[in-house]
């Protein structure tokens, strides 16, 4: 066994952080794509997909560790957005906060010893700091849309990001 109960349990909660922002995304995925704004829906669709994938790594990486993996009880998402910055701040709001539970994992296994785990969250530490700062920018090209979304879209269906 190479993961502590308490490892082991932190990571079984970060698991339910992981699906609720998969379902989080998801609604504001839904959100655009009720608004007609395909191109904005894709992206959160496919970020939707991006957050289960990390859960799947904690699964994975709870289960080749010896320990117990327990599905959580996922908190549901917000589903009513005032505007696409509304919704574009509410995901940079979460990105931030996922890298600070990350954080707190990462001192956890650093303060066990367990080098294996640290291994592994760093991979988690680099995919946040591309996670935190694509939504920065997201935010940016949005707020600089100013009340015209389709300015995004178009931004996007020119290639940006
Ligand atoms: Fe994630
Ligand atoms: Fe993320």
Redesign the pocket.
Known sequence: MLISATLNAAINSQIRE?LG?SSQYLAIASYFDCEGLKLLAKIYYTQSA??RE?AMRFVKFVIDSGGKVEIPAVPAPRNDFRSAEDAAQLALDSEIR?TEQIYDLMTLAIGEKNYIATNALQWFIN?QLE?VSSAQARLAVIKRSGPNVLMVEAYLAHGGG
């Open positions: 992981e922002n991006e957050e990390h996922t995919e996670e």
